[in-house]
């Protein structure tokens, strides 16, 4: 190795574990700003756990690494389910929504429906005219399947 080489490694050989720890979180937490599904959260949730760990007097890397596979682990089961729901991302956000009718639906045939301000191809069992509010049922591919709104 070269001496700047040297000189980067020792570096991060002052660094302590839960500064990696956290910076590491906070990379996965700006990363998870790009990606969908919260994936990178529960990673990011998991290194801070294992920061947390690290923090304890006596803990080795082997243990803040199980911290962090297992923190990990529960919050993809735990957090990840609760944060998918409260935020409903892409089409499925859409289900159980009301939306408005802007062309004629025939059965068999699709329709136009406008929903939170966009236009969507919609299909029906119902013949439904214009300006008919009806509640989205499902998402198939980028037509809405709804029905009447009761």
Known sequence: ?????????????????????????????VAEMFTAGFWLACLAAG?????????????GVVTEGVAFALSSIVSMAGLRPRLMHYFQLGV??????T???????????????KVEGEDWR???SDVLEPGTLVTIIQ???TTLMVEKEL
């Not at 004629?104 to 429906?113: E, H, L, M, Q, W």
């Open 122 to 124: 919609g299909a029906s």
């Open 99 to 113: 939306g408005v009718v802007t062309e004629r639906i025939a059965p068999g045939g699709t329709g136009r429906v």
């Open 47 to 59: 290194a801070v756990v294992a920061g947390i760990v690290s923090l304890l007097p006596g803990v």
């Open 1 to 29: 190795m070269d001496s700047v080489t040297l000189v980067r490694v020792a570096a991060l050989d002052h660094m302590h574990d839960w500064l990696l720890w956290f910076l590491g979180a906070i990379a996965l937490l």
């Open 139 to 141: 998402v198939d591919g």
């Open 92 to 97: 499925d956000a859409l289900l159980g929504k």
